[in-house]
Nanobody, 125 residues
Framework: QVQLVESGGGLVQAGDSLRLSCAAS????????MGWFRQAPGKEREFVAT??????????YYGESVKGRFTISRDNAKNTVTLQMNSLKPEDTAVYYC????????????????WGQGTQVTVSS
């Protein structure tokens, strides 16, 4: 079993920054990906960012709406993934979820096995 716990959400002004963290415990994977998704009330879940790792390297991918503003990174020693969010906009307001998959092939399209409880990010005008 794997447990994912998100932290770092809050209420900020437009243009501000936030850093979200996702701590994983329990089973670990020699290769896989961890990603961030978000969901606003009345809207579908949206892919935000993901980062993969394997014996021959890793990759990062970002949703079009956050490219150039958000950065995902991984700390192998602490088994955590961080999402640095800069230049926040009101449309970034959502519950942000961390997810983990052992299947790199579907790290963008879906297929994540484990999900955190989510952390609320609210960006005011």
């Amino acid at each position: 079993q794997v447990q994912l716990v998100e932290s770092g959400g809050g209420l900020v002004q437009a243009g501000d920054s936030l850093r979200l963290s996702c701590a994983a415990s329990g089973r670990t994977f020699s290769s896989g990906a961890m990603g961030w998704f978000r969901q606003a009330p009345g809207k579908e879940r949206e892919f935000v960012a993901t980062i993969s790792w394997s014996w021959n390297g890793g990759s990062t991918y970002y949703g079009e709406s956050v490219k150039g503003r958000f950065t995902i990174s991984r700390d192998n020693a602490k088994n955590t993934v961080t999402l640095q969010m800069n230049s926040l906009k009101p449309e970034d307001t959502a519950v942000y979820y961390c997810a983990l998959t052992s299947r790199i092939a579907t790290m963008v399209s879906g297929g994540y096995d484990y999900w955190g409880q989510g952390t609320q990010v609210t960006v005011s005008s």
